[in-house]
Each structure stands twice: as structure tokens, then as C-alpha cells.
């Protein structure tokens, strides 16, 4: 079996962080979720696990609280792109699904053409398309 990634994510509202993934174009697990969270599949290996803030707290140790929206940032999640359309379309995506743009895209250099949005509850993803050709060039 593959070595997979679940990323869990607190929530203060479900319905606003379904509607966002669904606009993503992500699979909805219908049998790792409930009123309590929601299982998203963003690939065979790759799952994103929104969970409400209180559900999600109930996995917590130590003192530890969720963080919601509070502008601090301790992930940045980040997905391949397989080119620059793919880049802006997932942005696009994003706004429309009650996301907003955390960075523009840009190209920091030759090959690399990246964005960052938030999701509602303000967790960081990440998208990117680099050439493998210029990848090459740099190495």
C-alpha cells in the first residue's frame, strides 16, 4: 500500500469549507464524513479531512486548541500543477468557492509559476507548475 497524507483541518463552519473544496473539483468520501467532518479526496494518496472546530479539538493533547482564522500560519499546504492554466483555474476555483487570494501568481524565476489561496477558514494551499526543463537548466 502507498504511504498516504491526511491533512486534518478545524472549521468554524462545515457547510462554507464544503463548499470550497467542492468548488476545488475535490472527490467527497461520503463514508468518512458527517456532521462533524468532512473526508475530501484530492487524489488516490492525498486526503484533506475538514473537521468543526470542536470535533477537531477532540483529538488535541496538552493544552493544545484549534486555530481558526487567526491570521497565524504554522502550514502551508502545496499541490503540483500540471501547467500555468492549471495554476490560475485552481485560484479561479478558490474565489468562487468562498476562498480568497492569499498570494498572487507570480514566477519567482524561469519554470516556476505559482499562487497561494485561503480557504474560508483562512488554511494556506498552495499551487505550483514547474518545468521540468528549467528545473533542469537550474541544476
Do not use: C
Not at 462533524?36 to 468543526?52: E, G, K, P, R, Y
Not at 485561503?118 to 518545468?131: F, L, N, T
Request: hydrophobic share 45%.
Amino acid at each position: 500500500m502507498s504511504r498516504m497524507i491526511f491533512v486534518n483541518l478545524p472549521t468554524a463552519d462545515l457547510a462554507k469549507a464544503d463548499a470550497f473544496y467542492e468548488g476545488l473539483g475535490f472527490t467527497k468520501n461520503e463514508m468518512f464524513s458527517d456532521s462533524n467532518a468532512t473526508s475530501w479526496m484530492i487524489s488516490d494518496t492525498i486526503t484533506v479531512m475538514v473537521l468543526h472546530r470542536d470535533f477537531f479539538a477532540s483529538f488535541l493533547i496538552d493544552g493544545d486548541t484549534p486555530t481558526v482564522g487567526s491570521g497565524t500560519r504554522e502550514v502551508l499546504n502545496a499541490l503540483s500543477a500540471d501547467s500555468r492554466s492549471e495554476v490560475d483555474d485552481f485560484v479561479a476555483k478558490a474565489v468562487a468557492g468562498g476562498g480568497a487570494v492569499y498570494r498572487e501568481a507570480s514566477e519567482p524565476f524561469e519554470g516556476m509559476y505559482q499562487a497561494a489561496v485561503k480557504d474560508p477558514d483562512g488554511h494556506v494551499w498552495e499551487i505550483a507548475w514547474m518545468s521540468q526543463e528549467a528545473m533542469q537548466n537550474e541544476a
